[in-house]
């Protein structure tokens, strides 16, 4: 039988013990009508935190400003109300035996697919262009970037008050802080943009406004990606070199953990070595990494394509090859968990054998 006793044993993160090293990997729901998430949602997390998985990262959730959102029914760090449903995430999770991190979202561009009046919020991103040239809005100005920034801080914070253990930025997929990082989005020539270290200064800006909000003792993680949502070949970074200037800063700017989200976690990222993304993170900047993508299946989520039939589940061998040669730290699971919220109970227990596939046709009902 797979020894699966590694990935059982606890992992400290800035203070806070993890019992073992898989995390729910963020999940968007769009279930939260007019922001607000109910109980519904709260049981779904506790589901997941009974099921035995160790950290829950919540679904991403607009951070208070107008410009962050381009989608409906998603949670808001906003209004009274929509704390408070926040707040009952943590406290069922909690309740449930596990922990967990409140993703914190801003769309930038995205914005730009909606159907805006002429009073709506802007459409906000570094430059005011698509990857393709098509202009979205306009570039922000210092006082947007100002702004935005608290508006993570006062998300940060408010998360930390609500009583969850922690933040995660979501700077991977072409969202916001993303779309600095990457040359396609990013033609400043201010100091948020040109060389490497100018393009991380937003999202490194971010981070220390959330560590100044909540302190040194409450983790920050960060979401980073190569693809995007519209392109999976795009890249933020051709080489090593490039990734480390990136991620440098973010490091030295207070964050504990990197989650680094590939749509197949064994996939080499770079010529000449067998290191997956999370690996390279993991060797360039020090710090503790989360790996993730098509873990336990046999298929990388595909957002572009349209729903197709069942996935196929598959081996964790490649995984725990890659824990033994300590190439990541803790492990998300998405899909898999949507399917099987004991995932990992079933995982311990040795019962992989009873585990559901994924299909991607059930994806309202697997609630
Ligand atoms: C329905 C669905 C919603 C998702 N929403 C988010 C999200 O809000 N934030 C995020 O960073 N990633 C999101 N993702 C990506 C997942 O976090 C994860 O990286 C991806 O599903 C790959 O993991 P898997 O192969 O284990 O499913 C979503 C994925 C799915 C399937």
Redesign the pocket.
Same mark, same amino acid.
């Given at each position: 039988m797979t020894d699966l006793s590694g990935v059982f044993t606890p992992f400290a993160l800035n203070g806070l013990t993890l019992p073992n090293r898989f995390v729910m =990997?963020?999940? @968007? &729901?769009a279930r939260s009508p007019d922001g607000v998430a109910g109980d519904d949602l709260a049981r779904y997390y506790a589901r997941r935190a009974r099921g035995g998985v160790g950290l829950i990262i919540t679904? #991403?959730v607009w951070i208070d400003e107008p410009s962050a959102s381009y989608m409906a029914n998603v949670p808001v760090l906003g209004r009274p109300d929509q704390l408070k449903g926040l707040g009952r995430i943590a406290d069922a999770v909690h309740e449930a035996g596990s922990r967990v991190f409140i993703?914190l979202?801003h769309a930038g561009f995205h914005r730009a697919s909606l159907q805006l009046g002429a009073d709506a919020p802007p459409v906000l991103s570094p430059s005011g262009v698509a990857p393709d040239g098509e202009v979205v809005g306009s570039p922000m100005t210092d006082a947007d970037i100002a702004r935005v920034i608290d508006a993570y801080g006062r998300g940060a914070r408010e998360a930390r008050r609500l009583g969850f253990d922690g933040v995660e930025i979501?700077g =991977?997929?072409g969202y916001l802080p993303d779309q600095f990082l990457s040359t396609l989005t990013n033609h400043r020539a201010d100091g948020y943009g040109g060389e490497e270290g100018a393009r991380a200064r937003f999202a490194a800006e971010v981070v220390a406004e959330c560590r100044r909000r909540t302190g040194p003792d409450f983790p920050i993680g960060f &979401?980073l990606s190569q693809w995007k949502l519209w392109d999976y070949s795009a890249r933020i970074a051709d080489t090593p070199r490039v990734l480390a200037a990136l991620l440098s800063p973010l490091a030295a700017a207070g964050v504990d953990v990197f989650h680094c989200?590939t &749509?197949r976690h064994w996939d080499a990222e770079f010529e000449g070595s067998t290191l997956g993304l999370a690996g390279w993170v993991k060797a360039l900047t020090g710090k503790p990494v989360i790996t993730? #993508?098509?873990?336990? +299946?046999d298929e990388?989520?595909d @957002?572009r394509h349209g729903r197709r039939g069942e996935v196929p589940l598959a081996s964790l061998e490649p995984l725990l090859e890659q824990f033994g040669r300590n190439e990541f730290d803790l492990v =998300?699971?998405? &899909? =898999?968990? +949507?399917a099987n919220p004991d995932w990992v109970a079933k995982m311990r227990e040795g019962r992989a054998a009873d585990l559901k596939a994924?299909d991607p046709r059930a +994806?309202t009902e697997l609630f």
């Open positions: =990997a963020p999940m @968007t &729901r679904e #991403g993703q979202w979501h =991977a997929h &979401r989200s &749509r993730v #993508g098509s873990v336990g +299946l990388a989520l @957002t =998300a699971i998405g &899909r =898999a968990l +949507l994924f +994806l």
